[in-house]
């Protein structure tokens, strides 16, 4: 179960309705997963006061957990996006407290529970996913103690001194620890929820297991936390890229925008974590500084909507249209802009065919769980071309040693990583491109759901013996 579903039911200009594959790092990672599982997937279908009938794609099952308009401000925009997603990405926007908002999250919360132990066969796994339901496992546990619980994070964990300002921190806490496995991107972020655990639930944790001492109402048990970093397909991304038509369409791409220019590369959901300012300011400081220009350097900047009723991504979007619209008007010619932005989303061909032609790729977050487009840049690159420019503040900074890391809060540092990746030779684009698949390869999606089902079943062994007394 996740907030979303892996299809948003969208509505055409002509009023018939179609599903358009949701947004966003979880469902391009657990996707597949789900697929080769043929599991049930419970969340939102991605649209307000509708009750959507269960239905199938494929070998996933899909239901369908409605929301009303006003749950999808106080819940979804609301504790979700305005509360938990800033506290947890170290307040880069100020979080917002509202005890409506809590309200409203614990009934949503409660709502996915009730489906879930509804539709639950006995002894099933239930694998929980993201911070739109952290009080999911304790529900769910409460409801179906026969179930075994895993829960995984995609964002993460804040640190002690932030998550310190959440009111409800306790409850927090206290649903996660209803599941038997609680999974998380970073080592940092799994030692911070222990932390977290004994500080606000009583409950210290030995290595990275938390044992919850016996109650009257419940025997004792050991929840697992522990860091279990996410991937992709990359099989499946490299098979993509690797089709005649996508790579036809990376070679139109590359005359449209011009064959002898350098292509810089920025994809990303239009969120303030993403640090898409910061590269713009770095890009346009290159431009005033004449190292580059809009006849031998474009950047291309997909910044996919996102969350468009939330305030700060509308301060967002106007800032970047703004400095886009700069950028051009002080550096561009007729025939040549150095910035192409685009607010729009595209199909997975498109971006592969994007990730093709791109000679450097700009990666830039002030905080990330983890940043599946790094990934998906470097599975596409079986030619062992391109350049990746990633932000030490991503999970995935910790797997892609061999990028060339920087701290986007550096602009100097910034403009001599695009400056260096700009001119990166081609023995060394191979030498840390190999490098760099080789990370991703070893720790594909596949793998990672192996080893994270692995720590799950263990916990479903423990149960059953726990149950037989
Ligand atoms: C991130 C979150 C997901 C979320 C996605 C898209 O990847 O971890 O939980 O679904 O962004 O955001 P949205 O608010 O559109 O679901």
Known sequence: MSNRLPVDRVVQADGTTDWAPSPGGLVTAVEPIVRELGCLWVGWAGSADEEVEPFEIGSMRLAPIPLSSEELETYYEGFSNGTLWPLYHDVISPPVYHRTWWDSYQRVNRRFADRVALEAAPNAVVWVHDYQLQLVPEMLRELRPDLTIAFFLHIPFPPRSLFAQLPWRRQIVRGLLGADVIGFQRVQDAVSFRQASERYAGVPARGNTIVLPESPDHPSRSVLAQEFPISIDAGGFEELASRAEVQQRAREIREELGQDRTILLGVDRLDYTKGIRHRLKAFEELLEDGEINAHDTVLVQVASPSREQVEAYQQLREEVEVTAGHINGAHGSIGHAPLVYLHQSYSREEMAALYL???????????????????????????????????EFTGAADELRAALLINPHDIEALKAAMLRAIHLPREEQQRRMRSLRKAVYDNDVAHWATQYLEAVSAAADAHVKQAEG
């Open 357 to 391: 032609a791109a000679d450097v790729m700009v990666v830039t977050p002030l905080r990330d769980g983890m940043n599946l487009v790094a990934k998906e840049y470097v599975a596409c690159r079986a030619d062992e071309g391109g350049a990746l420019i990633l932000s």
